[in-house]
């Protein structure tokens, strides 16, 4: 994966690592079709502006609506709100350990669809080493939780695995902005009924507030234009993979921030997910100039070949 590539995927590890908490404290305060609808909302107003000035939005959404409604479906309408009412009985932790599970549906997902993604036995050993450290990382965690809300987290990790799958396909050359902002902008419509049934009676603490302005403005403005673009940097099955990430960010934030003991069980599950989660994004070895022949350790072309060399 390129410098730009790595980037991304770190900056996703730690966007996405902390909307769980936010989640949690809104939602008990909040009904979760307010949540989402909030999210979305400030998510759009965001956007539109720039997505309007980049010229063509009109045209994008006449001539691609069938793939951006589905995106927005897949993505965006159903898993936010299955996993938002899924975290009024699960912890944060068990959410976590459950959406981490999104690269290797999307694994499954992918090769059933025809993907022509190569994946070698180096990244299917890190995809499995990667999920052996959430595991490691959150299981002293775990608090139990109704069948109704795994069941709905469920559904969140097959939403969040298909999407990148249809960006891929139908919407790759779609910008970034020109995507996201209506997506956003038709989930807050979809959610805008039921949010006000259920708005709240008297106005929300400082800390609720706080976290529905984060869960808009950083998990989602800041998250899809940066998710978005990790796809078509590094392609939708090492794109999701950074969901390794995400519980670990949240341990760290606690050791940080709240003094919670990094215990040695901390510590391996570090280690399982930084190298899964470089085993599961790497490319394949470069090839021979002329040849599908891999080139030696090293990536050296021999002085003999270098004459044979093609014109970029």
Known sequence: MTARGWFLFSLMGVIWGIPYLMIKVAVDALSPSFVVCARCALGALLLLPFAIRQGGLPRVVRTRWRPMLAFACIEIIGPWWTLTDAERHLSSSTAGLLIAGVPIVGLVLARFFGSAEHLGPRRLAGLLLGLAGVTVLTLPHLTGGDTRSLAEVAVTVLGYATAPLIVTRHLKDVPTLQLTA?????????????????RPDAMPSAQVLTALAGLGAICTALAFVVFLELIKEAGPTRATVFTYVNPAVAVAAGALFLD?????????????????????TAGPRAARPGTSEPLPAGGLVPEEERGRRPVS
Not at 183 to 194: F, G, M, T
Not at 274 to 279: D, E, F, I, M, P
Request: hydrophobic share 70%; proline share 5%.
């Open 260 to 280: 919670e003991r990094l215990t040695a069980g901390v510590l391996a599950a570090f280690a399982l997910i930084l190298t899964g989660s470089v085993l599961a």
């Open 182 to 198: 209506p997506c956003l902008a038709l989930a807050a419509v979809v959610y805008a009924p039921a949010a006000v049934a259920g």
